[in-house]
């Protein structure tokens, strides 16, 4: 079992930057590749990006290659989501989430699951 906490979320302004994060407690942190997506009002869960067990592999989704870097620590158990130049349609509630499988399918289903943070980001 693996416990997932995310924080960082909150209000920003359009074109600013913040940075997400998420623990992980229960099981070994550096076997899981780990993920972010998120979801919008009345729209469904999306992809944001993902990183393998060490940090050498990662990709995004289109919408946000350039802006968003994944990244890990896994002395601390906690993998990153750095978001610049915000703009209002990256309004979300985010959720990260850990599988042991490092999969490239926008569409996989990872095991484990946080509760999300909101992020507002206003025009």
């Known amino acids: 079992q693996v416990q997932l906490v995310e924080s960082g979320g909150g209000l920003v302004q359009a074109g600013g930057s913040l940075r997400l994060s998420c623990a992980a407690s229960?099981?070994?942190?550096?076997?899981?590749?780990m993920g972010w997506f998120r979801q919008a009002p009345g729209k469904e869960r999306e992809f944001v990006a993902a990183i393998n067990y060490n940090g050498g592999s990662r990709h995004y989704a289109d919408s946000v290659k350039g802006r968003f870097t994944i990244s890990r620590d896994n002395a601390k158990n906690t993998v990153y989501l750095e978001r610049n130049s915000l703009k209002p349609e990256d309004t979300a509630v985010y959720s990260c989430?850990?599988?042991?499988?490092?999969?490239?399918?926008?569409?996989?289903?990872?095991?484990?699951w946080g509760q999300g943070t909101q992020v507002t980001v206003s025009s």
């Open positions: 989430a850990a599988d042991v499988v490092y999969s490239r399918s926008l569409t996989y289903e990872y095991e484990y």
């Open positions: 229960g099981r070994t942190f550096s076997r899981f590749a």
